[in-house]
């Protein structure tokens, strides 16, 4: 409290002194006879020097930023399309700076070469056809230049992703990232956001997942059946608010029911197995270089963006819609270590849109694999199938591959039995 | 025939109005409060928008300092946001996205929108077009109160309990419609939406009386395109107002029905704090379109009446015409009709059909030849002028400088190939601060100082204008300077604390967390310098020299009025107009202006 009243004190004593100097220079002014709006030789010729020496010192401090942080922060790009965007940039920077040095050079040292000087006449030119339509066809044909490298490189990296290229799916929520890989068919499964529940967090579509669904929504422990229970007793004493909130979600979790058992009779088994083999991967997305990939973004609550630095990749997640982008990281984390010669250098995936509190927090640490790296684990990985962790079958991360066929045919049979 | 009707109604309205001026006594509400003059409203629209100003301007500061010392304890973050916010002196996270939130809020349309255009177009176009009044005095009057009104909200939106709107000044649902997802997606959001209808309400009152004004009350002589470019630059924001506002207002009030009536507009398959959601096939990109349609022609919303006033200023203390007076009308034209089709470039990245990004991108980059256009026109003004450095000059000039170095960094985020990259980074920040913010604060400024005389019949000192001229410029590029180098380094914007960096990429956190620090402390010089012009500003409305009638020797019609306001403007007869505005330094004439009420001489030819 004390040092708030010093500052208060501190501000108010100030605001005092200034309002005496001015009443010095109010008096001055008086005693001089001078004229506020008739702008001295002086002052003039001050602020014409200044224009040249603060054009001179803004081009000094821009050259300073670029030669010292231009590209410090960006480092090399991961993926061939990211150099080649790169390019492009340079290219962009290299016009627009000199369109920047050109103008604001002229518009500075005009400031400081025009400056009124007593006795001379400005120069009355009111108009130049010639002149104008120089600077309206050459900024159009530089920015025609523009345009049309910057389409042709925007077409090739969003064109359709190869058909052979390798799906992976990355789910959003506040504030973290799940990557879902489509594993051996590598084809992602179906998924509806209906289904949901603590073991299918990211709502893979299957016949059991349907069933659980349903189940967890009529006899969960806050499901329908239990809502009902509550409301229904008559012994309960509850807060009008509460009951209102409750018969809220009632309605809620009835309509929502309702579309799950439609879901169920419309459901096609056969499309199952595309989702009991995808492998879910949390913490660290791994993937393999020099492998084109087709990254398929959702969303479970708000908009979040996918932005991947070092790939020069970037796409929103939109709930309700699946975005696309594609891109072959083709520098494994290792060798980009050694360039940088930073042994704690990672790749990310970092959140670029505003999404809560904890946005800045919303990252996937990327780890690129060599070929044979990526192959071991990835086979590692086999048996943490999403079928698996549905079911709660054992998942050791260090299985042989015969060890890992065995339990696949025992898996199999499970399925067997699911069906029927 | 409407406008001719009108036009006669007009001139007999006003000379009633002024054989009425020597009776009637006016009384302190109707002469300062609900005032119908445009003189007035004008001064009430300034002053509210400084106070926002320098609210909004505090709030940067308040983020600025936790971005430069991420986690430190701040005895300035506590002593305006207390234990709440700023627990410890340490800023809560929601908070941060309230305060960006806010700060952007206000600065876009309270500030450049509301102030810059309600300023100067209440002011200059009556005066400029020799007009008793608006046309609408009531109307006018009206657009200040919901203004005022607007203001009142967003300020209390600042002291909800689960504080003010947290999902960016552009508010993208589903984290704005969802007050499960972020705290400030509350009360205060649902007074976010309710204070911009209420603006968007006063911006179509005004601009309606702008339009039919510049139309309908032009004084005899004052044909289109005898008028100054300030009166077509605000004449050209307020078709955009007109066209691009109310698409604002029904992305609102859908937003608003999704919130209160639970409605599926912007909203499908979403799950929230644990709590699925019934909505289902509504579309948050839908939100963008409809809010870009208004957010990008906004830009020049803002950026056209600061570009009007700076060809003025520039003009007169060049003492040289504007060079190119009809490309001028005619890139401000271009700007104004393109600004209506390039909204989607701001959604390169939010899965948008590639191939629509693609027109996008074209539509986008040929603004750049109006722009540059202007830019080389504006030069060319300058170049054998003979320059007479007022404060007013010196904004003018920096605005041309800022409109450069903004707008060539926006031929980068216009490329959708570039934008991948830098989407939603610093770097964004720093272009639409450099292009939109920084411009349109120098053109108010410019603005302020010149017409101050006009306002308030007094000169504002030139020695602060000097000072406070020199440290905004500095401070203004020490600000958004370095900050394109953080988003070139794929900084994302509103992020709280870029510390996080440090555990996967040194290189990259050394460049941000150095450049933050010294954006910081730019940031904060930056502000110091803006209460020199706020003393200056209230110190000269007081006891500032009393200004003679035409103290820039300018040609305008504004400076044919006396220095002491009336109402209806002129004591007698309105002025004729002869000539257009920019004759100065003419050859053959012995003095370096020749206001527009002089008739042409002898064998003097048109420009």
Sequence with gaps: ?420 | MGAVAHDAHGHHDSHAHHDDHGHHEENFVSKYIFSQDHKMISKQFLMTAIFMGFLAMLLSILFRIQLAWPGESSNFLSFFLGETWAPGGILKEDMYLGLVTIHGTIMVFFLLTGGLSGTFSNLLIPLQLGARDMASGFLNMLSYWFFFLSTIIMLVSLFVESGPAMAGWTVYPPLSALPQAVSGSGTGMTLWLVSMSIFIVSSLLGSLNYIVTVLNLRTKGMSMTKMPLTIWAFFITAVLGVLSFPVLLSAALLLLMDRLAGTSFYLSDIIVGGEMLTNHGGSPILYQHLFWFLGHPEVYIVLLPALGLSSEIISTNSRKPIFGYRAMIGSMLAIGFLSFIVWAHHMFITGMNPFLGSVFVFTTLLIAIPSAVKVFNYLTTLWKGSIVYTPAMLFAIGLVSTFITGGVTGIILADAALDIAVHDTMFVVAHFHVVMGLSAVFGMFAGVYHWFPKMYGRVMNNRLGYIHFWLTIISGYGVFFPMHFVGISGAPRRYYDYSVYGEFDTDAFNVIMDLNVIITIFAIIGSFAQLLFLFNFFYSIFRGPKAPQNPWNGTTLEWTTPVEHIHGNWPGELPTVHRWPYDYSKPGSDVDFIPQTTPMAEGEEEH
């Design chain 1, 1 to 420: 409290m004390g040092t708030k009243l010093i500052i208060l004190l501190v501000i108010v004593l100030g605001a005092i002194a200034i309002a005496q100097l001015a009443r010095v220079y109010e008096l001055s002014n008086k005693l001089l006879d001078r004229k506020e709006h008739e702008i001295s030789n002086r002052d003039n010729i001050i602020n014409a020097r200044l224009m040249l020496l603060f054009g001179i010192l803004f081009f000094v401090g821009v050259i300073y930023l670029f030669v010292h942080y231009g590209w410090a922060g960006r480092g090399d790009a991961a993926t061939p399309h990211g150099r080649e965007l790169d390019w492009l940039m340079n290219i962009n920077l290299i016009i627009i700076t000199a369109i920047f040095f050109l103008t604001n050079g002229l518009l500075f040292y005009f400031g400081y070469k025009h400056v009124k000087k007593p006795g001379v006449k400005a120069l009355y030119y009111p108009h130049n056809n010639k002149l104008e339509l120089l600077w309206t066809v050459v900024p159009a044909i530089v920015l025609a230049v523009i345009i049309i490298l910057g389409l042709r490189s925007w077409n090739s990296i969003t064109g359709d992703a190869d058909k052979e290229a390798i799906r992976l799916e990355l789910f959003s929520k506040q504030f973290d990232w799940t990557a879902r890989y489509a594993g051996l068919d590598n084809q992602l499964g179906n998924f509806d956001y209906k289904l949901t529940t603590d073991k299918n967090e990211l709502a893979l579509l299957t016949t059991n997942t349907i069933d659980s669904a349903i189940f967890v929504m009529q006899s969960g422990p806050s499901g329908i059946d239990s809502l009902e229970a509550k409301l229904n007793n008559r012994k309960l004493v509850m807060v009008p608010e509460d009951r209102e909130k409750m018969e809220t979600d009632l309605s809620r979790k009835t309509r929502l029911i309702r579309l799950l058992h439609q879901m169920k009779a419309r459901h096609n088994a056969k499309l199952d197995a595309a989702a009991w083999d995808d492998i879910i991967q949390k913490d660290t997305l791994y993937l393999c270089t020099n492998k084109e990939y087709e990254m398929n973004f959702r969303s479970k609550d708000v908009i979040h963006s996918a932005h991947f630095p070092y790939f020069r990749a970037q796409m929103n997640t939109v709930p309700g819609l699946t975005t696309r982008f594609k891109f072959t990281p083709d520098v494994t984390t290792k060798q980009m270590r050694d360039r940088m010669g930073d042994p704690k250098f990672n790749y990310v995936l970092l959140c670029n849109k505003i999404c809560g509190g904890s946005h800045y927090k919303m990252k996937m640490i990327v780890v690129v694999l060599g070929e044979k790296e990526y192959k071991k684990w990835y086979e590692a990985k086999q048996l943490a199938t999403f079928k698996n962790s549905f079911f709660g079958a054992p998942v050791t991360e260090t299985v042989t591959p015969a060890a890992a066929s065995d339990t696949l045919a025992v898996m199999a049979d499970t399925l067997t039995l699911v069906k029927k």
